[in-house]
């Protein structure tokens, strides 16, 4: 037997001396010329051609296209941890308040506005409540994405889609639910303040205004009684002064709620005291009238109608204090914003504001809400203690305008107004 035919009928070569006799073939075929090739001949040849060019060029780009396009989870069970997180919202009342930050009749209500109104759907390989689950979880517990992909059984590239699509119909519900006031609205007395009469009658249809800033960003919101949100502005320079940025706010939105006539909303001594805006009595050289609550919850009663005004204004305003409170200490994300530059801090911003005014207006039963509801009178938040290091020259001169002298005869009446009230009744108590 020749030495050919034992090559071509003895054991299987290596498969690279399988890809050098392919190789081989096609260039003899290609020296014979295609003229002189048989039918059969040239079937073979656009055979071992095809196959060559899958070898070499196709296999390749499809290997390629699988490692870095058609991504898989970082796990290898697809959607186990999905499955144990998904129990745990559903099955377990706490589990679900410690992961998504609400409970779950809040939960499935959220995922079904956002289907049903603001256009989150589906897709083939992720459900919605999955999606919105990955976003509050990112934004309530401040893991990052590729923690949240670890736990969820998807690629990092995954769980950072689905946390800017949820961004983006978080931020559509948002602008339902924060919305500035009618004038009705604006007139209308709140319930909960007719009914203390540590403030009422006193002050009449108040807002509250608060700056809260850090070293990139500065947020102004409104709230109500309620410990609702309906105006906010994002983006200053933390370090811009309250009373500027408040100012900035005014002539750059139309929308913005200007007081009506005989109204005013409660601002801290970071403000000027003008029409429309009811700012507490200074303090002097750090020295003589007392503002800040715990200067009055360690310290001897108010001494005179001024420091009587400044704790029943104090105490009033800490609402906005608590408001700021619940949504800071729900939302996790707010207290550190490393991994999100500022255009995607402002969205979150104004998306868990969002979802801070959808939990109260629809009535869920909320433990942080709760506990901030249990005494009026103690700031949830931390309480600015430094407002007096704001006071500058132009709020002084502010003041001493015209709308500035007016809206001082409104808080010396209500001082006097609640100070003789105080006495009358230290009085009747004897």
């Known amino acids: 037997m020749s030495e050919r035919n034992k090559r071509k009928v003895g054991p299987s070569s290596s498969s690279k001396t399988t890809e050098d006799s392919k190789v081989f073939r096609i260039a003899e075929l290609h020296l014979r010329g295609i003229e002189n090739l048989s039918d059969e001949e040239i079937a073979e040849l656009i055979l071992l051609e095809e196959a060559e060019i899958l070898e070499t060029d196709i296999s390749p780009l499809m290997e390629y296209y699988g490692k870095f396009f058609c991504k898989e989870p970082e796990t290898q069970d697809r959607g186990s941890g999905w499955a144990m997180i998904r129990k745990q919202i559903y099955a377990s009342e706490i589990s679900c308040r410690k992961l998504v930050r609400m409970n779950t009749v809040a939960f499935q209500r959220?995922?079904?506005?956002?289907?049903?109104?603001?256009?989150?759907?589906?897709?083939?390989?992720?459900?919605?409540?999955?999606?919105?689950?990955?976003?509050?979880?990112?934004?309530?517990?401040?893991?990052?994405?590729?923690?949240?992909?670890?736990?969820?059984?998807?690629?990092?590239e995954t769980i950072c889609r689905k946390f800017h699509e949820v961004l983006g119909a978080m931020e559509r519900m948002a602008v339902d639910y924060i919305r500035p006031r009618t004038t009705q609205e604006l007139e209308a007395i709140s319930n909960r303040l007719q009914r203390d009469k540590r403030y009422w009658p006193y002050f009449k249809t108040i807002r509250f205004v608060n700056r809260k800033g850090s070293t990139s960003l500065n947020v102004l919101a409104m709230c109500d009684f309620d410990m609702l949100f309906y105006i906010l502005l994002v983006g200053m320079a933390g370090s811009a002064h309250d009373a500027r940025v408040l100012s900035t706010a005014i002539p750059d939105d139309t929308m913005f709620p200007t007081p009506a006539e005989g109204k005013y909303y409660l601002v801290d001594s970071g403000y000027a005291n003008k029409r429309g805006y009811l700012a507490p009595y200074r303090k002097q050289s750090n020295v003589g009238t007392r503002y800040h609550l715990q200067e009055f919850f360690y310290g001897e009663p108010p001494r005179n109608?001024?420091?009587?005004?400044?704790?029943?204004?104090?105490?009033?305003?800490?609402?906005?204090?608590?408001?700021?409170?619940?949504?800071?200490?729900?939302?996790?994300?707010?207290?550190?914003?490393?991994?999100?530059?500022?255009?995607?801090?402002?969205?979150?911003?104004?998306?868990?504001?969002?979802?801070?005014?959808?939990?109260?207006?629809?009535?869920?039963?909320?433990?942080?809400?709760?506990?901030?509801?249990?005494?009026?009178?103690?700031?949830?938040?931390?309480?600015?203690?430094?407002?007096?290091?704001?006071?500058?020259?132009?709020?002084?001169?502010?003041?001493?305008?015209?709308?500035?002298?007016?809206?001082?005869?409104?808080?010396?009446?209500?001082?006097?107004?609640?100070?003789?009230?105080?006495?009358?009744?230290?009085?009747?108590?004897?």
């Open 110 to 156: 959220l995922c079904e506005i956002l289907q049903g109104r603001y256009s989150l759907q589906d897709t083939q390989n992720m459900a919605v409540d999955e999606s919105v689950a990955i976003f509050l979880m990112i934004c309530g517990q401040n893991d990052s994405q590729g923690d949240i992909g670890l736990r969820f059984g998807h690629a990092q």
């Open 305 to 430: 109608s001024k420091e009587m005004f400044n704790r029943w204004h104090a105490s009033l305003r800490s609402v906005i204090e608590r408001t700021f409170g619940v949504w800071k200490k729900k939302w996790r994300v707010l207290n550190e914003f490393p991994r999100y530059n500022i255009a995607v801090q402002r969205r979150v911003i104004f998306a868990t504001m969002g979802l801070h005014n959808f939990i109260r207006k629809n009535n869920i039963e909320d433990d942080d809400f709760e506990e901030a509801d249990k005494d009026s009178d103690v700031s949830y938040g931390q309480q600015n203690v430094n407002d007096d290091v704001n006071d500058d020259q132009d709020i002084r001169v502010e003041e001493e305008t015209h709308d500035g002298n007016y809206m001082k005869i409104v808080r010396d009446q209500i001082a006097e107004q609640i100070w003789s009230a105080s006495r009358r009744s230290v009085r009747q108590q004897r």
